[in-house]
């Protein structure tokens, strides 16, 4: 490619990818409710999970209170035998434990219930929040991938989302279930004794402090936690896939030193995060006992005086040592919710980038009649603000011309056919198509009439037929091996393993880089577009195949309009035009042999390249 790319973006004092290590989350409050929206759709289903929920707690905190009613009566009992006034009633003991058992029944019942319809409303709003990505995935700019990591963005549209999902369901009812916990066994507390309620709810101010400290101590971590993570996946895919060039130059030692670096923080944020967190647990445990021991000091001193049964300091201890788990399940889950928080927090900035704002179908305006002409009206372009590359381009291409782009690195080539095909818009002037504006055509029927074939093959894992077929996907398999047979691809396919059925790798190493371009060649060909697009499209093939595929370019493109970019001059000497570029400009324009005897920019880069050819192989 021509344009270098404005690569990853560096701030002052952030990291590869402008994280700055302990930042805090933007809005860690507007991010839930944010996460609630896409709830909403089933706020039926939520509401049945918060009736169940409520049921679940108010059974299952019922319990310790029968258990005592069961104590109390054998308490009684054995009074009364002991003043010789009566015995035991089993019947009121054995109906006290039918009920006892009924309800932790209808306990498991509920739970069931509720588990099973909030694993529906969290898959269901996970399925609506992938599917938000994988539209933003299409909608983007090629600019903000050329601005970030691909790690990162994957590690965002499957790490994060997985994270949120597996905590939100889990979180959401253990919340509300806590909360109503708390709040049934209060109740129930008051109930039994408000004194010895009075007494254990001292501990609590202190639970919540040490909770709410730790919390706050903790959130920027696990944001650290998942940006590490991020960093850490793009540092990944970037050295498996330059795996031969690492390898080549010898540079395993400082990739493994990087890997090092990144892995380093993502284990130390991830420690500091989830140890810092997990001291919540022993310490609420510790404040717990400490309240325990005093309340039944003074529990059994109230029964001595005979103010409480057994069976009710029995249920208040059970009521206490209960309070304070949900309190800790609480502290607990703010763990989890941390990490949700950071990872749908990274997911809505994703979301929230700029889109390629599409044009109304009322404000679209298309040729009547695409013949293929092409004008560049005073383009000015640059990748970013303060470095304008293409200054002031003007051109005209007539219907069927072949037009070769030529120029040193840099000059701008590549960055044409990227304003021609809507990747980038341009600053000022226009572009026109048949006497339309391109930017009042649909980006995506624009390209419609567009066939390219980069330097840079794309393959996909599927057969070769399904492949090629990608140029025109209602194509048939004749029509797939015409295209073949045009492109010169045919024989070669035909003498692979399974033809045209044969299987390519992820990356097609399976074939050669060569057969590679041939295939996205036939692949350009089969859509049979109005206007072609070749970008050093025979750059990675040998001699021989270049003279064949330049036989074909010469029937193929006849009634096309075609732009070339080639830095092997000697494959564009047929071209009805050609521009040289230099710095983004129109140096010169002409057919091959008028800008020879001009002797000029041009000249001097064909002249260099044979000098530099010869000099080679002398």
Do not use: C
Not at 597 to 611: C, D, R, T, V, W
Request: charge should be neutral.
């Amino acid at each position: 490619m021509s344009r270098p790319g404005p690569g990853p973006i560096h701030g002052p004092g952030k990291g590869p990818m402008g994280f700055v290590p302990g930042e805090k989350p933007k809005n860690t409050k507007g991010t839930l409710l944010r996460l609630m929206e896409y709830m909403k759709p089933y706020r039926i289903a939520l509401f049945a999970v918060a009736a169940m929920t409520i049921l679940t707690a108010i059974a299952g905190n019922l319990g310790p209170r029968i258990i005592g009613f069961a104590t109390n009566e054998i308490q009684l009992g054995a009074q009364r035998i002991a003043d010789g006034t009566g015995g035991m009633d089993y019947r009121a003991i054995v109906t006290i434990l039918l009920l006892l058992g009924g309800i932790y029944l209808l306990n498991s019942l509920f739970t069931y219930i509720q588990s099973r319809l909030m694993v529906g409303v969290t898959q269901k709003t996970m399925y609506l929040l992938r599917k938000k990505v994988d539209e933003k995935i299409k909608t983007l700019p090629t600019g903000y991938y050329d601005a970030h990591q691909l790690g990162d963005i994957l590690s965002r549209v499957t790490n994060d989302v997985d994270t949120v999902s597996s905590s939100l369901q889990q979180s959401i009812t253990q919340i509300l279930s806590s909360i109503l916990s708390v709040v049934t066994i209060l109740v129930m507390m008051l109930v039994i004794s408000p004194i010895l309620t009075l007494v254990a709810l001292l501990t609590l101010p202190l639970t919540v402090l040490l909770s709410t400290g730790v919390i706050k101590r903790s959130q920027p971590l696990f944001v650290q936690q998942q940006s590490s993570l991020g960093r850490l996946n793009g540092h990944i895919e970037e050295m498996y896939s330059g795996h031969n060039v690492t390898k080549a130059f010898g540079r395993e030692d400082s990739a493994l030193e990087e890997f090092d670096s990144i892995n380093r923080e993502r284990f130390e944020s991830s420690y500091k995060a989830n140890f810092i967190s997990g001291v919540i647990h022993p310490l609420s445990n510790l404040i717990s006992n400490l309240g325990y021991v005093v309340v039944t000091v003074v529990g059994g001193m109230m029964a001595i005086s005979g103010r409480l049964l057994l069976g009710d300091i029995q249920s208040f201890a059970q009521y206490l040592r209960n309070f304070s788990q949900p309190i800790t399940q609480l502290s607990n889950i703010m763990n989890t919710l941390q990490s949700t928080i950071a990872a749908a927090e990274r997911i809505f900035e994703f979301l929230d980038e700029k889109e390629e704002i599409p044009l109304l179908p009322e404000a679209q305006k298309y040729p009547e009649k695409m013949d293929g002409n092409v004008v560049f009206d005073h383009v000015r372009f640059g990748y970013t603000p303060d470095r304008t590359l293409i200054k002031d381009f003007n051109l005209e291409v007539k219907s069927g011309e072949m037009v070769a782009i030529v120029g040193p690195t840099g000059a701008g080539k590549t960055t044409l056919v990227n304003l021609l095909l809507r990747f980038y818009d341009v600053n000022g002037g226009s572009i026109r198509i048949d006497g339309v504006d391109i930017a009042e055509m649909d980006r995506i029927k624009l390209r419609e009439y567009f066939g390219m074939v980069l330097q840079d093959t794309w393959l996909f894992h599927g057969t070769i037929r399904e492949n090629i077929r990608y140029g025109r996907l209602d194509a048939s398999d004749r029509e797939v091996e015409r295209a073949a047979r045009a492109s010169y691809a045919h024989n070669f396919i035909r003498s692979l393993p399974g033809g045209y059925d044969m299987v390519l790798s992820e990356d097609a190493s399976n074939i050669s880089q060569g057969q590679r371009q041939l295939l996205t060649i036939a692949r350009a060909l089969l859509s049979n577009p109005r206007i072609l697009i070749l970008d050093e499209a025979t750059s990675s093939v040998d001699t021989r195949t270049e003279v064949l595929i330049q036989k074909a370019m010469r029937t193929l493109l006849q009634g096309r309009t075609s732009f070339v970019i080639a830095h092997r001059l000697s494959t564009i000497r047929d071209a009805d035009k050609i521009i040289v570029l230099n710095d983004g400009d129109v140096v010169e324009v002409g057919t091959h042999s008028q800008l020879l005897e001009k002797q000029g920019f041009y000249a001097e880069l064909y002249n260099s390249q044979f000098a530099y050819n010869n000099t080679a192989e002398e």
